[in-house]
């Protein structure tokens, strides 16, 4: 089904590759997918986590000790390696869209994978340390992967289409998420039903799912689920994707059952959200969109009766930090935070975050085939709360509005969206409308 956009998505990587060899002067790549590592005195592994590098080229998430021989002018070749094993359920013999445009060899252990290598030349060879074969040990090139970090941000045909399946996937779980919320669900039966829902187990999540009823909403990357329900369920903060063919959706999105002013802050993160998503285009430096979004969290905080400032001033005084203390978003595709949101160009170099900013995670401008999250949020953060108190401007917090909303925790919503040469095209709004 996907085979002529899996080929061109390979010419790509094959062209990038050549140029990245030529950067950092190697004649070949050898790209592992990394090692199943154990617990420390145990014999129980943790869950595998392929090299990002080498899911690139295959669709293969859960396949240890196989690797990718590249040489410029040949077909990449993919060492399956396929053991005799009756503990486990080996991974079957390779098929799909996907084989037609490697050179798959199999091999039955990891060290005979080396037969399959490239003999003379120069070697980049990309991976952990614990990947290393007897004469192959991974010395990761920095000016290689500087190339390819850099264009990694452009996403081929062939990914857009595998982040939409993931996108429709996470969809199904959300819809499920929000049913049980409205039924009186805990944390934990919510997580289940988005689980089953997306037909994931946890180890196939791109990330932790992050499920907040009522006050939890307010911690940002709220770790537990909660068996029992709440006495009463006011808010859920649902933080929660799915993975396909290695390619992640990461979708926010927080639901309330009917309290007016914590409905109109929902609102307006809501507007505020598609207006920053809708301005997802090319020559759109990412710091200014994340400086625009502070702003224009500002004015939902005025307009709900939270802080009466002027909204330019709650931005410069940092009163908009504590209630908007993360970045409006980052990079997605074969990570949920893909790498090289920072990069100046393709031989490196970093592009700062604006000064009181830490935790923004894309200063790149934005360019036709990047995918990025649009995450803006309101939240409710103790920890954060009483530095305000403690500080200059506290006498322009209405702090009976902020007691009230405490208990709602937070608004976050999240979309991914891809910037086109026109019209953004918002996979979330699209995956949701299509799931009607
Ligand atoms: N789910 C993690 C994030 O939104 O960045
Ligand atoms: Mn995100
Ligand atoms: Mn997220």
Redesign the pocket.
């Known amino acids: 089904m996907h085979t002529t956009a899996y080929q061109d998505h390979i010419a790509t990587l094959c062209m990038r590759m050549d140029r990245a060899l030529e950067r950092s002067g190697h004649d070949h790549a050898l790209i592992a997918a990394g090692v199943q590592k154990m617990r420390f005195l145990d014999d129980m592994p943790y869950a595998f986590a392929v090299n990002p590098q080498f899911k690139a080229w295959a669709p293969l998430t859960q396949h240890p000790d196989c690797w990718i021989a590249y040489t410029p002018g040949r077909t990449p070749v993919l060492v399956y390696v396929q053991p005799d094993d009756y503990w486990h359920l080996p991974p079957a013999p390779p098929a799909g869209y996907w084989t037609h445009s490697l050179d798959v060899r199999v091999a039955r252990t990891p060290e005979e994978a080396v037969r399959h290598f490239p003999t003379a030349g120069r070697l980049a060879i990309l991976g952990e340390a614990d990947a290393a074969l007897p004469g192959f040990v991974p010395n990761n090139p920095q000016p290689l992967l500087d190339y390819l970090h850099y264009h990694r941000a452009y996403k081929t045909p062939y990914e857009i289409a595998m982040l939409k399946v993931a996108q429709r996937q996470a969809v199904v779980g959300h819809r499920a998420a929000e049913a049980c919320f409205r039924d009186g669900g805990s944390e934990l039966d919510i997580h289940r039903a988005y689980l089953v829902a997306s037909g994931q187990t946890d180890l196939d999540l791109p990330?932790g799912n992050?499920v907040g009823l009522n006050e939890h909403g307010a911690t940002l990357?709220y770790q537990h689920q909660q068996p029992k329900p709440p006495e009463r369920s006011r808010s859920l903060l649902i933080?929660a994707?799915a993975a396909h063919a290695g390619y992640a959706a990461?979708i926010?999105r927080t639901w309330h059952a009917g309290d007016a002013r914590f409905a109109a802050l929902v609102a307006g993160v809501d507007r505020e959200q598609q207006a920053l998503a809708a301005q997802v285009r090319p020559g759109m430096d990412y710091r200014e969109l994340h400086l625009q979004a502070h702003l224009r969290l500002a004015g939902v905080l005025r307009e709900v009766g939270v802080v009466d400032m002027a909204a330019d001033t709650m931005v410069a005084t940092g009163v908009s930090a504590a209630f908007f203390p993360h970045g409006l978003?980052?990079m997605l595709g074969l990570q949920?935070?893909d790498i090289g949101g920072f990069m100046e160009s393709d031989a490196g170099g970093t592009l700062p975050k604006p000064e009181g900013h830490p935790f923004l995670r894309l200063t790149r401008t934005l360019e036709p085939g990047m995918v990025v999250?649009i995450?803006p949020g309101l939240y409710f953060i103790d920890l954060l709360l009483e530095k305000l108190r403690a500080g200059p401007h506290a006498n322009a917090v209405d702090w009976a509005v902020v007691e009230h909303l405490r208990g709602f925790g937070g608004v976050r919503i999240?979309d991914d969206v891809h910037c086109t040469h026109g019209e953004p095209e918002n996979l979330t709004r699209d995956a949701f409308a299509a799931a009607h």
Do not use: K, M
């Open positions: 990330y992050i990357h933080d994707g990461d926010t978003g980052h949920v935070h999250t995450e999240e």
